[in-house]
């Protein structure tokens, strides 16, 4: 086969001939549409209840805060952050008080929602995601990205800072104790350094704990994914194609597990219990029926805005949401979905993508479902699955974006970007790839602008190429128009976040760290502002692309192939195999102490 | 009839020439004539008429234009005296005289005309064949109709048209469709009936894919050198044939990144089938013809 196609380009070759390549993927040519302010990725999870059944929704894209009285279906107060504070996770207290974790901020906004104030806000540390109120004494927890966990009393001061590990989530507190989840690798740690891991299958691993919270009955449950551990291809021949399906899976059969699938674990006295969803999409938050025996999950997807319909509005939509599509899941993959809890199976509800971009979901006192979306943004209140569902509308300007559509619109693989890039930074995972080895999940918040070549082995030229190779061919996406991918691409180097820095570390070791960077070199390679990702260099004999240093610490495991588990790890293999001096003990506790700091 | 047209001619001839008659006695007079008086080129069939009459009686009393008057020693001879006379007027609708409408009548039955030599023979041959074509790494049934006008053995103009239908057919449905013309110079083995032909043709390559968002059309060009040899009896006959082809343009299919469908411009074939030709007369004689004629 490779003989007789070598004759026919030599062939070609000499008849100085041309070839027509015919793309079949489908080309999405729908114009361009850009927020004024672009959204930044979805982290989900940004709803609920207090017991007065009011639901408090955080909205990220706009910077606000909704206070909603569900009894009345009315929306009480929108309460304006500053921009960029990005609020997220939102826990209420027994004195009534919201407490809301800012991102973009870096720390935390106290909420009066009677009074639709903010009452306190205070900085803790860079990208904070979880937050839980300790019942005993009202004193607040706050998980930070980099490892820290915060605790304040319930008058904001902060008693107690805890180095962890990185890339905390959510906390628990159960039966008094608290815990942390750890987002990529879907753990679970205690403060005892007790550490919860889910069971990994043959052929499977747990990972990318988007939601961990405390069931009615005590347990711990955690929405996550499972990623494959299954060779995967990356050019497969036609025959292996699957039907409507592409090189990373999905078609025409929807019964089937996807290599990336959303699972719900459940952690308790009788042990740990995983339910896989088949033909799942990304899922960012979920939450029990108060019976326990359905969970309802949050499918963004994406939603692109439709005109305005000429029947009038009012706050109950005419049968256009509901339960009423028993099936699969539909193109954009955005739904509100319900499942038995202890069980799935190909046909699900869904509510066919008219509730709206939905990133999180809640039962409220009266058993009712409520899910926000982003885009519109707009509350859903179901009394059950089959009645039309009571929308309050939020309002505030559309955050619509192309870039952060193609970002989180599903691929006939079932896959989206955000599937292996949640948050908008990296799974975590190890792929292997036929013939090409383990390649662990590259980052996306360090900032790839001026990083081209892009990919571990620097084969992907330009972001053009990537998106064509990546999301169309091997995912199963749609090609994108020029216009499109340009927009894409621009909402992709934005998403660059601060650095890691939470400016609590040992300044001399700092310093020292950064003279033993250059002192072994490192800086050859990784040079220029991103501290690295603009060439491609051999070590131990094989060419790499040489990654930013931005963000390093947050994103392990580390190297091509995750080889290295911990930053100490990653930089006593870089020293043993590129530095021209030896590293001692020391050495890498320096030089780790600095790599902290980018 | 041979021998009443002899006798007319010779009756006419005599009745012309007679001094009596001087020439200017009217033909419808009695007019006597006698034998001696006849001259000797015509005494010959009247007399071979004498001896052929000998047993018949003679006609009396009848008056026929160019009859002479029977005298003793003409009913003697035995000459018709009932007035079918070879020259008589006579009905053309009688149905009693024949053989008389067509005067030479019809003969012996002629040669068939000779066939044109092949170079010369001009005609339309009509070809139809089926078979596989390659295009490298692919295999796939064609079907070829060519029309050629020209000199049975020589240069003829031709036209031809093609289906090549891939069988694979999961992600595109594709028809080629190459289409030329050109000439074509045909020429005989020997002396039998088998001739071998080579083209050249120019034209293009219509592509038609079917795939899920429609149909899409690619125009190229493409020549095609067809090799065949054909054995022809009357005007049908067996063709075997090579189909050369290239379309200047490689075509590549793919989805989600992999190839599903390709072809390279290059192809080869092998047809067979039938032609039909039809006559279409002499081919005019060329200068270079007629010298060879000459010589």
Same mark, same amino acid.
Request: glycine share 10%.
């Given at each position: ?492 180097? +934005?998403?660059? /976040?601060?650095?890691? !820095?939470?400016?609590?570390?040992? @300044?001399?070791?700092? %310093?020292?760290? $950064? #003279? &033993? ?51 100490? +790890?990653?930089? /006593?293999?870089?020293? !043993?195999?590129?530095?021209?001096? @030896?590293?001692?003990? %020391?050495?890498? $506790? #320096? &030089? ?7 | ?295």
């Amino acid at each position: 086969m490779t003989r007789t196609r070598t004759l026919g380009v030599l062939l070609l070759a000499l008849g100085g001939c041309s070839e027509d390549v015919i793309d079949l993927d489908p080309l999405d040519t729908t114009p361009v549409v850009e927020a004024s302010v672009r959204p930044a990725p979805i982290v989900g999870g940004t709803l609920t209840i207090t017991a007065s059944n009011q639901a408090i929704a955080a909205d990220p894209d706009r910077d606000v805060v909704y206070v909603v009285d569900l009894n009345a279906q009315a929306l009480r107060h929108a309460i304006a952050l500053e921009p960029g504070d990005q609020p997220g996770r939102v826990v209420v207290g027994a004195d009534g008080r919201a407490h809301v974790v800012l991102r973009g901020f870096g720390g935390l906004a106290t909420i009066d929602p009677d009074a639709g104030v903010v009452t306190s806000r205070q900085r803790l540390c860079p990208e904070p995601r979880g937050v839980a109120v300790h019942e005993t004494d009202g004193s607040l927890y706050v998980a930070c990205s980099g490892g820290a966990l915060v605790h304040l009393s319930s008058a904001g001061e902060e008693l107690e800072r805890r180095e962890l590990e990185p890339d905390l989530r959510d906390v628990l507190i159960v039966d008094g104790a608290v815990m942390v989840s750890v987002f990529r690798e879907a753990a679970i740690v205690g403060l005892d350094g007790a550490r919860i891991e889910l069971p990994e299958g043959p052929d499977d691993a747990a990972h990318v704990a988007w939601r961990t919270w405390v069931t009615a009955d005590g347990e711990i449950a955690m929405l996550h994914q499972v990623a494959s551990k299954k060779p995967v291809p990356i050019d497969p021949d036609p025959d292996e194609l699957p039907p409507g399906g592409s090189a990373y899976g999905g078609g025409d059969d929807p019964c089937q597990f996807g290599l990336v699938s959303a699972a719900v674990t459940t952690i308790g006295s009788e042990g740990v219990h995983t339910t896989t969803l088949m033909n799942s999409r990304l899922t960012v938050d979920a939450a029990f029926s108060p019976d326990g025996e359905r969970v309802a999950l949050a499918v963004p997807g994406a939603v692109r805005p439709e005109p305005p319909s000429d029947d009038g509005g009012g706050n109950r939509l005419n049968g256009g949401v509901g339960f009423e599509d028993f099936g699969f899941l539909g193109e954009s993959g955005s739904t509100l979905r319900v499942e038995p809890k202890d069980g799935t199976e190909c046909f699900t509800f869904t509510s066919d993508g008219e509730a709206g971009q939905v990133t999180a979901v809640a039962y409220d006192t009266s058993g009712r479902l409520v899910s926000q979306s982003r885009e519109p943004a707009r509350l859903l209140i179901m009394d059950d699955e089959w009645s039309p569902p009571a929308v309050i509308e939020l309002g505030g300007e559309s955050r619509f974006d192309t870039g952060h559509e193609i970002f989180h619109r599903a691929t006939d693989s079932g896959l989206s970007c955000a599937s292996c890039h949640p948050e908008g930074t990296d799974d975590g995972h190890v792929w292997e790839f036929d013939d090409l080895g383990p390649r662990r999940t590259q980052a996306l918040d360090v900032g790839l602008r001026d990083t081209a070549p892009f990919h571990w082995d620097g084969d992907m030229e330009t972001f053009d190429t990537l998106m064509s190779e990546v999301l169309a061919h091997r995912m199963g996406g749609k090609r994108q128009s020029p216009e499109r991918a340009d927009s894409f691409t621009r909402w992709v180097f +934005d998403q660059q /976040r601060p650095a890691a !820095d939470d400016g609590r570390g040992d @300044a001399a070791l700092v %310093a020292q760290g $950064e #003279a &033993l960077f250059a002192a072994h070199a490192c800086d050859k390679c990784h040079d220029g502002p991103a501290l690295g990702g603009q060439r491609t260099e051999r070590v131990s004999g094989v060419a790499k692309q040489v990654p930013t240093l931005r963000r390093v610490s947050l994103h392990p495991p580390f190297m091509h192939d995750g080889r290295a588990h911990t930053l100490e +790890d990653a930089v /006593r293999d870089m020293i !043993d195999t590129t530095s021209p001096i @030896a590293g001692s003990d %020391a050495d890498v $506790e #320096a &030089l780790t102490a600095y790599l902290r700091t980018l | 009839m041979l021998h009443l047209l002899a006798i007319a001619i010779a009756s006419a001839a005599l009745a012309l020439t007679s001094p009596a008659a001087g020439g200017d006695a009217p033909l419808d007079g009695p007019t006597e004539v006698t034998t001696e008086s006849a001259p000797a080129a015509v005494a010959a069939p009247l007399e071979a008429h004498r001896h052929a009459s000998a047993s018949a009686p003679p006609a009396v009393d009848v008056a026929s234009p160019l009859l002479f008057n029977p005298g003793p020693s003409d009913a003697a001879l035995g000459l018709p005296k009932s007035g079918a006379a070879p020259l008589d007027r006579r009905d053309p609708a009688a149905a009693d005289f024949p053989e008389l409408r067509v005067p030479f009548g019809a003969g012996p039955e002629l040669p068939p005309a000779p066939r044109p030599a092949p170079r010369e023979l001009r005609l339309l041959r009509l070809d139809l064949m089926t078979g596989p074509v390659w295009r490298l790494e692919s295999t796939e049934p064609t079907v070829q109709g060519s029309v050629e006008f020209g000199r049975a053995q020589g240069l003829s103009a031709g036209l031809f048209a093609s289906v090549i239908v891939a069988p694979e057919r999961q992600f595109v449905g594709v028809l080629d469709a190459p289409v030329g013309v050109g000439p074509v110079l045909r020429g005989r083995l020997r002396e039998r009936s088998i001739y071998g032909s080579v083209g050249l043709s120019a034209g293009v390559m219509i592509h038609r894919a079917r795939i899920d968002s429609g149909v899409i059309h690619r125009v190229d060009p493409d020549l095609q050198l067809p090799l065949k040899v054909a054995f022809t009896a009357q005007n049908v006959g067996f063709t075997l044939a090579v189909l050369n082809g290239f379309s200047f343009r490689g075509r590549t299919y793919e989805r989600r990144g992999v190839t599903v469908w390709s072809r390279f411009p290059y192809r080869v074939g092998v047809a067979l089938g039938v032609h039909f030709d039809v006559e279409a007369g002499a081919a005019r004689t060329r200068s270079g013809d007629r010298r060879r004629l000459r010589s």
